[in-house]
Structure formats: structure tokens, C-alpha cells
């Protein structure tokens, strides 16, 4: 099946430092999404991205899916950014089952 | 707009028992999907229901079944509980279907259901 990686699986920050998580998959996929965990389990979407490039405040993402990769870079971060990133993939021709990547477990200190 | 939505939020039964849970999806959405999140890993796929068919099974025993409602609710059931089941439900609306727009099959997930067996 398909391997999601994501890196590095573990970043402390001090707050209002910059950082950038990296996903790479192993197949073409025809969906690509980014999610925060909370502490307390919910999976909030941050970007859908199959492909290019979007901004939305802080956060952006690039995917280059000719390469197999997608960037996540939080800007100027801050405590409430702290919990797990993780990317999730569907493959083409795979439905609407999503895999998920091994997850960045993110910790924002003051 | 109401998202999705899960019950119950917490759970607790012992080994052997059997469980039910249970998802709404956003209106509109047609498409449920249910995954897994044991401590320390990603979410894995179980299931994926679209109009009321299973479109989708991830690699899980005969135990846990599935279905979905005309109103597009669903429930995942689980039989004989092992120590193992214990984890984090979560379950996935989308619109899915016909794939008109790009973004018909982004997923929005609910509050999860923390089952733990004892």
C-alpha cells in the first residue's frame, strides 16, 4: 500500500519562531489534506491540497505531487499551534480512503 | 452549520461485550467514513459508506460491521470487545459521489468517540 512519511516526527519551538513540516508519499494520489489534533483528539482541516500552493494566515502549503511531497510552514508560532500535524493521502483510484502520515508531534514553549 | 457529530463521547465496556456508535454527518454529505486512532499512531481506515452502500473496508476483522441510514447517519458496530479495540472512533463526512468539484471528497471529521475496554 502507500507510505505516508512525515518529518521530523517531533519539533519544539519557542514561540514566535518559524518551522516546516515535510510529507512525502510514495504514489500519485488525487488528495491530499493537512490536519491539526488537538489535545483533546479533534482533527481540524487546515488545507486541502492536492496540488500548489495556498495560504491561509499563518499557515501555508505547497504540494508538488509530480514529486511526491507536500510542505506544511507555520509562521510566527504560537502555544495554541502546539499538538500533532498530521497529512493524509488518498490514492488515485483508492475512493475516498484517506491514509494518514505518521504524524509531527508539535510543542510551542513561551 | 452543524459539523459532524459523534455519540457517545466516551465509552467503557469490558472484553466480550459489544459496542455501537454513532455519526452524523454534515448536511449535505452523503459519504461517511470511519477510522481508528489507537495512542501514538495515525487514524486508520475501517469503513466508508456512501448512499446507504459500503464503498470502502480497511483491514479489520469480521467484528466490527457497519451501516447507513437513509438520513445518511451511521453506526459502527463492534462485537466481542478486545483489549485491543480500545482507541479513539472517528468518523469522516464528505460529499464524495459524483466528484463535480475537486474538493467533493475533502473530509471533515467529528469529535471521535473514546472507546476503552477493560
Known amino acids: 500500500g502507500i507510505q505516508v512519511e512525515q518529518s521530523p516526527p517531533d519539533l519544539i519551538l519557542q514561540e514566535g519562531a518559524n518551522s516546516t513540516l515535510r510529507c512525502n508519499f510514495s504514489d500519485s494520489v488525487n488528495n491530499l489534506q493537512w490536519f491539526h489534533q488537538n489535545p483533546w483528539g479533534q482533527l481540524i482541516n487546515l488545507f486541502y491540497?492536492?496540488?500548489g500552493t495556498k495560504q491561509n494566515g499563518r499557515l501555508s502549503a505547497t504540494t508538488v505531487a509530480t514529486e511526491r511531497y507536500s510542505l506544511l510552514y507555520i509562521s510566527s508560532s504560537q502555544t495554541t499551534d502546539s499538538g500533532v500535524y498530521f497529512c493524509a493521502v488518498i490514492l488515485t483510484g483508492g475512493g475516498n480512503k484517506l491514509t494518514f502520515g505518521t504524524g509531527t508531534q508539535l510543542k510551542v514553549e513561551l | 452549520d452543524a459539523g459532524v457529530t459523534q455519540s457517545p463521547t466516551h465509552l467503557i465496556k469490558t472484553r466480550g461485550q459489544h459496542v455501537t456508535l454513532r455519526c452524523s454527518p454534515i448536511s449535505g454529505h452523503k459519504s461517511v467514513s470511519w477510522y481508528q486512532q489507537v495512542l501514538g499512531q495515525g487514524p486508520q481506515f475501517i469503513f466508508q459508506y456512501y448512499e446507504k452502500e459500503e464503498r470502502g473496508r480497511g483491514n479489520f476483522p469480521d467484528r466490527f460491521s457497519a451501516r447507513q441510514f437513509p438520513n445518511y447517519s451511521s453506526e459502527l458496530n463492534v462485537n466481542a470487545l478486545l483489549l485491543g479495540d480500545s482507541a479513539l472512533y472517528l468518523c469522516?463526512?464528505?460529499?464524495?459521489?459524483?466528484?463535480?468539484?475537486?474538493?467533493?471528497?475533502?473530509?471533515?471529521f467529528g469529535p471521535g468517540t473514546r472507546l476503552t475496554v477493560l
Open positions: 469522516a463526512s464528505s460529499i464524495y459521489g459524483q466528484l463535480r468539484h475537486e474538493q467533493d471528497n475533502e473530509q471533515f
Open positions: 491540497i492536492p496540488s
